[in-house]
């Protein structure tokens, strides 16, 4: 029974560049999270979906971060131009409503 | 405004013993509290929750305490393994706004042998 799935799992890329993360939820899962890990600020909810579409972007830190669930079953959190302060590790979730969000193991992001 | 709190940065425990780990929360529209755990490079794991209508709800050696008066939750953990050397994640969300969590800054727990 295959979980979330996100690629890639590390990125290492120079500042400007633009960077693609992507996520496969759940099968039948209709909520979908994007969500980024820092030190500093932990657990943050970027933004959801719920039947692919847009519910709550309040999180997004900037106009450079755009997110798109063109189908049921992939996603991906955009960021253009990229900033060293975007260094972090980002998480895709999903679940169903009223269930716990299942995770999948993170993209690892490095801007240099 | 931090609306979920951990305030024990990290927790150190002898394997056989209780672990407790520990969670505030100031928002009383919370109504759905959950917990996961952490291990390095991989995404949090789903543990254990509980409703605003029970006080208590156990899992095998898991069982998460909450007290709504005084806005406080617990993971009790007994008794606790090596296994179970991780971070910790308490969460919440208000059910009519859907499946948006709001989450702690966590707690590392480590279980000595």
């Known amino acids: 029974d295959a979980g979330v799935i996100q690629s890639p799992r590390h990125e290492v890329t120079e500042m400007g560049q633009e960077v693609t993360l992507r996520c496969k939820p759940i099968?039948?899962?209709?909520?979908l999270f994007w969500y980024r890990q820092t030190m500093m600020r932990g657990l943050e909810l970027l933004i959801y979906?719920?039947?692919?579409?847009?519910?709550?972007d309040s999180g997004m830190p900037e106009d450079r971060f755009s997110a798109k669930m063109p189908n049921a079953s992939f996603s991906t959190l955009k960021i253009q131009p990229s900033e060293p302060r975007d260094s972090a590790v980002y998480f895709c979730?999903?679940?169903?409503?009223?269930?716990?969000?299942?995770f999948g193991d993170g993209t690892r992001l490095s801007i240099l | 405004d931090q609306q979920v709190k951990q305030n024990s940065p990290s927790l150190s425990v002898q394997e056989g013993r209780i672990s407790i780990l520990n969670c505030d929360y100031t928002n009383s529209m919370f109504d759905y509290f959950l917990w996961y755990k952490k291990y390095p490079a991989e995404g949090p794991t789903f543990l254990i929750s509980?409703?605003?209508?029970?006080d208590k709800n156990e899992d095998g050696r898991f069982t998460v305490f909450l007290n709504k008066s005084a806005k406080h939750l617990s993971l009790h953990i007994v008794p606790s393994q090596p296994g179970d050397s991780a971070v910790y994640f308490c969460?919440?969300?208000?059910?009519?706004?859907?499946?948006?969590?709001?989450f702690g800054a966590g707690t590392i727990l480590r279980v000595k042998s």
């Open positions: 509980i409703s605003s209508i029970k």
């Open positions: 979906f719920n039947n692919n579409v847009p519910i709550d």
């Open positions: 969460a919440a969300k208000k059910s009519e706004y859907g499946n948006k969590l709001v």
């Open positions: 099968s039948g899962h209709d909520y």
């Open positions: 979730a999903s679940s169903f409503i009223g269930g716990p969000q299942h």
